[in-house]
């Protein structure tokens, strides 16, 4: 990088880290701590629950989605904003009249301590190992992409994070999310339009959509009804409805974020602007990927996106094999050049037949320079072992340090870097908030003072720290991170959320049969997934589905009192 590309990247996250503390160095009692006094303001809160979800994964991940797999990861997200408003509705109101400090508080009022118990520790355990794919995530990515110590940059990102978090809480959480999501949402949208820029003479947005579309990279919904896909209309809506009801409306990493609201009023607009801004967000980001696919079409992409597991195999007995891969690349290449030139320039002059003889002779090239990756990807893994991590995570990265201009290049791994500390310091916060409040203080401590809990906060927020960077250092992804981490999600969420939908709606529903029912499902749930193909999305409504028909189940066979 250039001594501008560190000149940005350096003062963009010292100012946001410095203000963050400054801003927060008061914060000294419980209530401040962890519900910063109850004085977000609507758009505080919408900005802060967004750079929770929107962590490093996103901005590295997602693009390389949309580079391989086109828009269709949008639909993921369409049961969210009718996910916002239900929540809005229900959970809100509860918490705030209950007055409490983490969502899980309100179950012991309505069952009894161990389902309280369970689902924090189910919460912890999901967390705390999503929290370290979050650290490794960016961290694995930029060293590779840019040669940095894997070790350094893991430590460098959670120490950073849980320094602001310990001083300031809930509060430093907050102020640096604001600036972090400013810079996020810039720098993306300058991607974008640069992306866009750099195409050859008499190509823009327009044209670059056409070849978009004709390559299938366009194709936003899917209504056909399939279980074992991930991505359609239905998994969206259904799937992603539960998912987002369990995450925003139980999991502290984002509850925490809109109880510190002034009034129930200011924390609904928060969500509710979640709902609205973050789909179009996600269509920016993923609208991104597709404009670096674009790009390719027309100057030459490696063969392989992760150099550094590349040069493994050029290193090997392999390298001719290697190398004959990647002279095939260039002339598939070529090919696909001149079909997508010729594709825009039958666009031009409305000559639809033309245009669909090259857009075929383009899909033709890049079927070829898919088998092509699929055959290179088989010599990386026989000489990465231990790392199978899907190299269209490294798109983007490869795009930004190869083709953009000094300064633009730091800004957008300040973008990389803010997205990994706002999502991180929520889930420090977070971890921290229901250990000490539904374990230590409930359970082991009950009667200790307020500035007795503070303190333990603290700790409890360096101990989470640590085994966060301790898991990260050791992590190792087998999927398309910004996939792995919702599958994570997904396998704890159900059941979580499955423990609140029966203690807002089912009366009847005690706490005993709950709790052995949230057992049952969570082993059934991790039976599912190693057992069937049903996609992720789907383990959410399967998991309320069996906490609560279990628990009616269980009801007469249980003792009446829990």
Known sequence: MSTLDWGVLIGTIAFIVLYGVWKTRKTQHMSGYLRADNTERWWMMGLSVMATQASAITFLSTPGQAFDDGMRFIQFYFGLPLAMVVLSVTAIPLYYRLKVYTAYEYLESRFDLKTRSLAAMLFLLQRGLSTGITIYAPAIILSAILGWNLTATILFIGVVVTFYTVVGGTKAVSQ????????????????????????????????????AGQAGKLNLVDLSFNPSDRYNLWSGLIGGFFLSLSYFGTDQSQVGRYLGGETIAQSRLGLLMNGLVKVPMQFLILLVGVLVFVFYQFYAPPLYFNQQQAANVLASDKAPEWQHLETENQRVFQQKKTASLALVQAHQAGDEEAEEEAAAL????????????????????????????KDTDYVFLT?????????????????????????????????????????YKRSLYPKASDDHYVQASRWFTVGWGAVSILFALFASQLENLIQAVNIL??????????????????????????????????????????????????????????????????????????
Do not use: H
Not at 402 to 413: E, R, S, W
């Open 399 to 439: 795009f930004v340090t190869q083709q953009l201009p000094n300064g633009l290049v730091g800004l957008l791994l300040a973008v990389v870097l803010c997205a990994a500390m706002g999502s991180t310091a929520s889930a420090f916060n977070s971890l921290a908030s229901t250990t000490v409040v539904d374990v």
């Open 362 to 389: 383009m899909n033709q090239a890049e079927e070829k320079r898919k088998e092509l990756r699929a055959n290179a990807q088989k010599l990386v893994k026989n000489y990465n072992q231990g790392t199978d991590l």
């Open 176 to 211: 640096t999310q604001r600036l972090q999501m400013a810079v996020m949402l810039g720098g993306m949208l300058v991607a974008a339009i640069v992306v866009v820029r750099l195409l050859p003479n008499g190509i823009g947005f327009s044209e670059a959509m056409e070849v």
């Open 489 to 562: 999600g997904s396998l704890f969420y159900g059941t979580i959320l499955g423990v609140f939908i029966a203690a807002f709606y089912f009366r009847r529903l005690t706490g005993s049969a709950v709790f052995w029912a949230a057992i049952i499902t969570q082993f059934i749930i991790f039976l599912l997934y190693f057992t069937t193909q049903i996609a992720y999305l789907w383990y959410n409504l399967i998991g309320v589905a069996l906490v609560v028909g279990i628990g009616f189940m269980l009801v007469p066979l249980l003792p009446k009192r829990g």
